[in-house]
């Protein structure tokens, strides 16, 4: 299994940047996704996940109206639109595929344990 991440990069506090996590060798509609975030001398911390469907999401506080996880079935891809950046957004982000699928419960998509797959990240650097 691969989770390849893209679509990091160098913006200006306000900006916004899409980042993109395709999957290879997954039946990825048996998996909620989800991104999660680390600094560096931080430990890494939840952003975002999704239901298998689409049908459900679950945000950090920290990101909420900001941020947007989607995903594409047929594509074996999940998105995260990230508007009005701010330094303290500055992180390597990494999508993850969660050990099972549900569209009705997400709480337990917030913690990293229940994540059997990760991708290796793409940086995102928001400046002041």
């Known amino acids: 299994v691969q989770l390849q991440a893209s679509g990091g990069g160098l913006v200006q506090a306000g900006g916004s940047l899409r980042l993109s996590c395709a999957a290879s060798?997954?039946?990825?509609?048996?998996?909620?996704m989800g991104w999660f975030r680390q600094a560096p001398g931080k430990e890494r911390e939840f952003v975002a996940a999704i239901g298998w469907s689409g049908g459900i999401t679950r945000y950090a506080d920290s990101v909420k109206g900001r941020v947007t996880i989607s995903r594409d079935n047929a594509k074996s891809t999940v998105y995260l639109q990230m508007n009005s950046l701010k330094p303290e957004d500055t992180a390597n982000y990494y999508c993850?595929?969660?050990?099972?699928?549900?569209?009705?419960?997400?709480?337990?998509?917030?913690?990293?344990?229940?994540?059997?797959?990760w991708g290796q990240g793409t940086q995102v650097t928001v400046s002041s």
């Open positions: 993850a595929a969660f050990i099972r699928a549900s569209d009705k419960d997400l709480s337990a998509s917030s913690y990293s344990r229940g994540y059997k797959y």
């Open positions: 060798s997954l039946t990825f509609s048996l998996h909620n």
